[in-house]
Structures are given as structure tokens and as C-alpha cells.
T-cell receptor
Framework: EADIYQTPRYLVIGTGKKITLECSQT?????MYWYQQDPGMELHLIHYSYGVNSTEKGDLSSESTVSRIRTEHFPLTLESARPSHTSQYLC???????????????FGEGSRLTVL | AQSVTQLGSHVSVSEGALVLLRCNYSSSVPPYLFWYVQYPNQGLQLLLK??????LVKGINGFEAEFKKSETSFHLTKPSAHMSDAAEYFC???????????FGAGTRLTVKP
């Protein structure tokens, strides 16, 4: 019943390749996030967006970039992948508190990236 | 700034035993508190949330948590563990004024047959 979708679920690529991880949500949420998570480890916020044309860097510095051209779409791009980028990337969205929500995050199933 | 501390990065219980996962929070304003579960190779799923209504919150899969302001705690419990409960559990805090959720480091629950 997830309304937030990530593709690809798994990706294995070589060093130097450009990759884009896709994230789409159908809930009309303004705020969207990207987290990086190594296996069995904590979540690190790397990017977030308040809405269209808004992008902000998170707590953990990342060489990736994001864009928000449409409300429902928040892709993450790595221009030149390296082995250090190997990780799981989780996309999430939430409805702003001003709408009366409690700020609950809804997560996609994740994209597991392996860079050889 | 808000923060959560999850005591114990790894908890192991026998099937049928009580599950207790500990979470303490720090917040200068009344908090919203959440527990999420993550199964292998999946995203996070909301188990339950506290948003200033009843202090004992019931969630999915038989889990519940109690908000204790005096102890700044929001521990997650389940009376009887099932093998399917094996997963990573994350506690998180936000509040009604700051649109900024903070996650704990997570606790891995292992259930032994």
C-alpha cells in the first residue's frame, strides 16, 4: 500500500558512471527527503526539499545532488559514482505541520547502490 | 535541539518472551514521538506514534509504547515475541513547531527459536 516509490531497487555499476535514483510519491506531500543508510546502521539525512524548486542539504555531506521540478518527483543524482558511494538510499515524504499533520514520514523501499 | 537515544544497539530475545526496546528523548517542547520498523532490504514503516493524546499508544503487530514525561522515555514493548518481529527498530522525535524529525541510531531485534 506504499504511495512512495523508488527505482531502481538494486543497482550495481562501475566507477565513474553517472546514476540517478528516482523517487515519486502520490500523496501530494510538500516535503521530501533522502537518507543514506549503510547496512544495519543509522539513517543520515543528505537532502530535503520543502516543495517545488526547493532543495536543501542535510546533516551528512554528500556528493550527490537533487532536484524538485514537480511536487511528486525528487530524484537524486551522482555525476561520477565511486565505491565510497556504495550504500542504501531511502526516500521519504511528509505533509507539513501547518496542514495539521504530525510530521510522520512515509518511506519508500530503498535503492541499494553498489559501485565496483 | 531535539534528540533521541536508543539504549542497546542489539537486543536478543527468545520467541514468546517480552520485547523491550528503550528510547529516551530530549526536547525543550512537548514532543511527538515515533517508532519505525525496518525489515531487511526495505524502507521504514511506522509502528506507532505519540502526539500528546493518550500516553499509552498501541501500534501494529501487537506493539505498544508508553510516553513517560518524568523519565523522558518512550520505550517500545510487546508481550510475546514472534520470529517475524526480527528487524531494525528506530525511535524518532519531532514536535508541532519544528518540521524536523530526528532518528535514533536504531536497535536490531533478534528473536531466537
Amino acid at each position: 500500500e506504499a504511495d512512495i516509490y523508488q527505482t531502481p531497487r538494486y543497482l550495481v555499476i562501475g566507477t565513474g558512471k553517472k546514476i540517478t535514483l528516482e523517487c515519486s510519491q502520490t500523496m501530494g506531500h510538500d516535503k521530501m527527503y533522502w537518507y543514506q543508510q549503510d547496512p544495519g546502521m543509522e539513517l543520515h539525512l543528505i537532502h530535503y526539499s520543502y516543495g517545488v524548486n526547493s532543495t536543501e542539504k542535510g546533516d551528512l555531506s554528500s556528493e550527490s545532488t537533487v532536484s524538485r521540478i514537480r511536487t511528486e518527483h525528487f530524484p537524486l543524482t551522482l555525476e561520477s559514482a565511486r565505491p565510497s558511494h556504495t550504500s542504501q538510499y531511502l526516500c521519504a515524504s511528509s505533509s507539513p505541520l501547518r496542514t495539521g499533520s504530525t510530521g510522520e514520514l512515509f518511506f519508500g523501499e530503498g535503492s541499494r547502490l553498489t559501485v565496483l | 535541539a531535539q534528540s533521541v537515544t536508543q539504549l542497546g544497539s542489539h537486543v536478543s530475545v527468545s520467541e514468546g518472551a517480552l520485547v523491550l526496546l528503550r528510547c529516551n528523548y530530549s526536547s525543550s517542547v512537548p514532543p511527538y514521538l515515533f517508532w519505525y520498523v525496518q525489515y531487511p532490504n526495505q524502507g521504514l514503516q511506522l509502528l506507532l506514534k505519540y502526539t500528546s493524546a493518550a500516553t499509552l499508544v498501541k501500534g501494529i503487530n501487537g506493539f505498544e509504547a508508553e510516553f513517560k514525561k518524568s523519565e523522558t522515555s518512550f520505550h517500545l514493548t510487546k508481550p510475546s515475541a514472534h520470529m517475524s518481529d526480527a528487524a531494525e527498530y528506530f525511535c524518532a522525535v519531532s514536535d508541532k513547531w519544528r518540521d524536523d524529525m530526528r532518528f535514533g541510531a536504531g536497535t536490531r531485534l533478534t528473536v531466537k527459536p
